[in-house]
């Protein structure tokens, strides 16, 4: 039973890491991206936004 117990906790410990580090890749090949688009066109916004509004101030 030793064994048997030593195995499968070394295989859950096994699946939980290539779970996390699955997870933590697809985050950083696909959600960062994704995420810093949206602050650049956020950026690109405002700018835009600013400069319209000092355009027409005098």
């Known amino acids: 039973m030793g064994k ?3 195995g499968f ?7 939980l890491t290539a ?3 699955g997870v ?8 960062k ?3 810093e688009q949206e ?7 405002r700018a835009a936004i600013r400069k319209g509004r000092s ?3 005098g």
């Open 39 to 45: 602050e650049r066109f956020d950026a690109n916004r």
């Open 9 to 15: 906790f070394l295989g859950t410990v096994a699946t």
């Open 19 to 21: 779970v996390a580090s």
């Open 24 to 31: 933590f890749a697809f985050h950083q090949t696909v959600i």
């Open 55 to 57: 355009a027409h101030q």
């Open 33 to 35: 991206p994704v995420e």
């Open 4 to 6: 048997f117990a030593k």
